[in-house]
Nanobody, 125 residues
Framework: QVQLVESGGGLVQAGGSLRLSCAAS????????MGWFRQAPGKEREFVASIIWSSGRTYYADSVKGRFTISRDNAKNTVYLQMNSLKPEDTAVYYC??????????????????WGQGTQVTVSS
């Protein structure tokens, strides 16, 4: 049974940094795509970043490119999202997700098979 557990959210001032972690368990994730998504109140869940576990190839939403970095630690089976230069518009619940199929577009919410419970990130102005 796949489990994804996020941590690292919190309250930070604009311009600050946070690092989110996603501890993955239940199977080998070497062939998976791991993603971070976020959902602000009253808005749809949106793609933030993803990484193909085996190759390390990364993808980013335009809104976070240059500020956020996704990475993975094979030994710890953990995916990270380093968030720098945070803005109030980054405020949302952040979700970790895993997808079995590593081909095709990685930005679509509907294509991910497993989800964590989410962690709140609040950026004050």
């Amino acid at each position: 049974q796949v489990q994804l557990v996020e941590s690292g959210g919190g309250l930070v001032q604009a311009g600050g940094s946070l690092r989110l972690s996603c501890a993955a368990s239940g199977r080998t994730f070497s062939g998976y795509v791991m993603g971070w998504f976020r959902q602000a109140p009253g808005k749809e869940r949106e793609f933030v970043a993803s990484i193909i576990w085996s190759s390390g190839r990364t993808y980013y939403a335009d809104s976070v490119k240059g500020r956020f970095t996704i990475s993975r630690d094979n030994a710890k089976n953990t995916v990270y999202l380093q968030m720098n230069s945070l803005k109030p518009e980054d405020t949302a619940v952040y979700y970790c997700a895993a997808r079995v199929d590593s081909t095709g577009w990685v930005t679509y919410v509907q294509t991910y098979d497993y989800w964590g419970q989410g962690t709140q990130v609040t950026v004050s102005s």
